[in-house]
């Protein structure tokens, strides 16, 4: 039988050989790759899925007081981290990468940084909060980060922001939801409880999967123009480095119980890209260097997550209890 930090570790190589499968696929059958990478969009609405499907229902009012740990997240992504970003992206010598990467790192992701938080036994409930409040500021900053920096009026992206929170999060969240009340219409306990444990024991593949789609669909976006990336690479692997660190001075400030810390740190680290990407591709069509800059900042943090996972994992006060694998099941 594993122990949950063993499971940790097996997630982390699982993530590893998707990152490396991805990447072969991408280069050696981009005809394959066209396919592979179509799967991305569908993916992330069934994780959202899956993992709302496995919230424990009666943790489910805690979302209803938008606790401390959840100012103190909005707080870094909307007012810190953006401060932090602007000073690193002024080291990217060329300006439609220098936009990209800061439109990357301006939006705090609103999907599978929950599926990572669950495999760190982090505060998920929380974290479910935090998804529709993120995506909506972030939908609606937008135009404004488009006219400071990129002189842009992109007025149209504030009428879009309902729709795009209605497919990408409001429809998955409940036939997740929807499809764990329908479960307690199951008589056998011990039926309800092997459904959500197999649920949320397939998380690790559905990210291992997406996280090949996207490897898969871009890579060949990055090796068409390495030397111009590496400043991308070296700017989005110091800005993780730095948001990390700030992550680590927050919570010990704020003396942040282990699953809170675990909750702020991966919803510091993930990043919004897909979202980003799309929208950016409508907002600004003939600018593929800013799009690209977008994807390699998004290839640079799978490898990222799955290190800061594994490192939380180790520090889990008493890993054995904080299972990722055996949520509590509400009768």
């Known amino acids: 039988m594993l122990t949950v930090r063993g499971r940790a570790a097996l997630t982390t190589a699982l993530f590893a050989a998707a990152i490396a499968v991805g990447s072969l696929i991408g280069i050696f059958a981009p005809g394959a790759a066209a396919g592979v990478a179509s799967a991305a969009d569908p993916l992330i609405m069934v994780l959202i899925g899956a993992l709302f499907f496995t919230l424990t229902p009666g943790r489910l009012p805690e979302v209803r007081r938008i606790p401390r740990t959840a100012l103190i997240a909005i707080g870094m992504n909307f007012l810190a981290i953006p401060l932090l970003a602007l000073a690193l992206t002024a080291l990217v010598p060329d300006e439609a990468l220098r936009l990209g990467v800061l439109i990357y790192c301006l939006a705090p992701c609103t999907d599978w940084f929950l599926g990572f938080t669950r495999l760190t036994g982090g505060d998920t409930a929380t974290g479910a909060a935090l998804i529709p409040v993120q995506m909506v500021l972030q ?80 890579v060949q976006v990055v090796l068409a123009d390495l030397p111009s990336f590496a400043w991308v690479l070296a700017v989005v692997f110091g800005f993780f480095l730095a948001v990390y660190a700030l992550g680590e001075a927050i919570s010990r400030a704020f003396r942040l119980a282990y699953p809170e810390h675990a909750l702020l740190t991966m919803t510091t680290s993930a990043r919004n ?47 054995e209890r904080t299972s990722v694998a055996e949520p509590a099941i509400a009768t």
């Not at 649920?199 to 898969?216: N, S």
């Not at 977008?294 to 006060?317: C, K, N, S, W, Y």
């Open 139 to 218: 939908l609606l900053l937008y135009p404004v980060w488009l006219s400071l920096f990129a002189g842009e009026r992109v007025d149209a992206m504030i009428d879009a922001a309902g729709p795009t929170l209605l497919t990408w999060f409001v429809l998955p969240a409940a036939t997740g939801i929807a499809a764990r009340l329908a479960l307690r219409l199951v008589r056998r306990s011990s039926w309800r409880a092997g459904a959500v444990m197999a649920v949320d024991r397939a998380v690790p593949g559905v990210i291992a999967a997406l996280i090949a789609a996207i490897f898969a669909g871009n």
């Open 273 to 319: 890209a897909p979202l980003m990407l799309a929208v950016t591709t409508i907002a600004l069509p003939d600018q593929p260097a800013v799009h690209a800059a977008i994807v390699l900042g998004m290839l640079v943090e799978f490898p990222h997550l799955a290190v800061v996972t594994q490192l939380l994992r180790r520090r889990a006060p008493d890993p």
